[in-house]
């Protein structure tokens, strides 16, 4: 794998509607790029989902998915080497952390030093379980997912889906126990102190947004118990990374200058 340099070309896929990649629209534009990046180091792509094709489509004139690759998927192109794919959002993340250093605002959003970066880490690595956990418990309980999930009516079950609950309220209700002294303190991340959007709280908040607006169901609710992070998420929609819904969708068919300032 070769090392990147300025002139390396990057391409990301996105499905703005979509969950994870909620969490590198949040994270642009918490980052406030210069919009010039657009058209010289970061090709965006956008993708949205086709229910007649059962698959994801690229908005006119864009480049389609990488054969197999989930969304958001990067491609780190350096002259005269062969391409590198990177898969996960928050891998995408703290490339893009490193890629940036020193450039739009923000600071540092892993964290602000080593205590803010582990927690980000812990309330990553958790609520990543925690979604596999609601998303088999959607699978078990919601026909709408038939059209996606592989599975057949007759083998959609209650017990899945108790067992789906039991285990994604520990995952919550260990995060609701990791961040509740510190919001309580008046942090407003769900890492603590320092940075004041870090990649915990894009995720956090990628998956209650995109469970309500999709399934009209909160991932707090299902899960229950988290009462400290749904008073967390209403504070968290006033700040300035979060992009809602309807914006979202119209990032999808637009195109994504309004993440970049300039
Ligand atoms: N762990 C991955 C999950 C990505 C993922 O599952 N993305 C969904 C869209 S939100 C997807 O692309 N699903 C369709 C597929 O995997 O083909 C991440 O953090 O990026």
Same mark, same amino acid.
């Given at each position: 794998?070769?090392?990147?340099?300025?002139?390396?070309?990057?391409?990301?896929?996105?499905?703005?509607?979509?969950?994870?990649?909620?969490?590198?629209?949040?994270?642009?534009?918490?980052?406030?790029?210069?919009?010039?990046?657009?058209?010289?180091?970061?090709?965006?792509?956008?993708?949205?989902?086709?229910?007649?094709?059962?698959?994801?489509?690229?908005?006119?004139?864009?480049?389609?998915?990488?054969?197999?690759?989930? &969304?958001?998927? &990067? !491609?780190?192109?350096?002259?005269?080497?062969?391409?590198?794919?990177?898969?996960?959002?928050?891998?995408?993340?703290?490339?893009?952390?490193?890629?940036?250093?020193?450039?739009? !605002?923000?600071?540092?959003?892993?964290?602000?030093?080593?205590?803010?970066?582990?927690?980000?880490?812990?309330?990553?690595?958790?609520?990543?379980?925690?979604?596999?956990?609601?998303?088999?418990?959607?699978?078990?309980?919601?026909?709408?997912?038939?059209?996606?999930?592989?599975?057949?009516?007759?083998?959609?079950?209650?017990?899945?889906? !108790?067992?789906?609950?039991? !285990?994604?309220?520990?995952?919550?209700?260990?995060?609701?126990?990791?961040?509740?002294?510190?919001?309580?303190?008046?942090?407003?991340?769900?890492?603590?102190?320092?940075?004041?959007?870090?990649?915990?709280?894009?995720?956090?908040?990628?998956?209650?947004?995109?469970?309500?607006?999709?399934?009209?169901?909160?991932?707090?609710?299902?899960?229950?118990?988290?009462?400290?992070?749904?008073?967390?998420?209403?504070?968290?929609?006033?700040?300035?990374?979060?992009?809602?819904?309807?914006?979202?969708?119209?990032?999808?068919?637009?195109?994504?200058?309004?993440?970049?300032?300039?």
């Amino acid at each position: 794998m070769s090392t990147n340099t300025p002139s390396t070309k990057h391409t990301l896929w996105l499905w703005p509607t979509g969950l994870y990649p909620r969490r590198l629209i949040y994270y642009l534009r918490a980052k406030a790029l210069p919009l010039s990046h657009l058209t010289t180091t970061l090709t965006i792509s956008s993708l949205a989902v086709d229910l007649l094709a059962g698959d994801f489509v690229p908005r006119p004139g864009d480049e389609p998915r990488p054969s197999g690759a989930s &969304l958001p998927c &990067l !491609r780190i192109e350096p002259p005269n080497a062969s391409p590198t794919y990177i898969y996960e959002s928050t891998a995408i993340a703290e490339y893009f952390e490193e890629l940036f250093a020193g450039q739009g !605002r923000g600071g540092d959003m892993v964290g602000e030093g080593v205590v803010q970066r582990a927690r980000t880490r812990d309330i990553v690595a958790l609520i990543n379980d925690a979604i596999v956990f609601s998303g088999f418990h959607a699978y078990n309980t919601s026909e709408q997912t038939l059209a996606f999930s592989g599975m057949k009516k007759e083998e959609m079950s209650e017990g899945n889906a !108790r067992f789906a609950v039991m !285990r994604g309220s520990r995952m919550m209700g260990k995060i609701e126990s990791l961040v509740k002294e510190d919001l309580e303190k008046g942090c407003r991340s769900l890492s603590g102190e320092g940075q004041g959007g870090t990649l915990a709280d894009f995720a956090v908040m990628a998956v209650v947004d995109y469970m309500e607006s999709q399934y009209g169901t909160s991932i707090l609710d299902t899960f229950g118990g988290c009462g400290v992070l749904k008073r967390w998420c209403e504070e968290a929609r006033g700040q300035s990374w979060f992009v809602g819904t309807e914006e979202c969708a119209k990032l999808e068919k637009e195109g994504f200058e309004g993440l970049f300032v300039g």
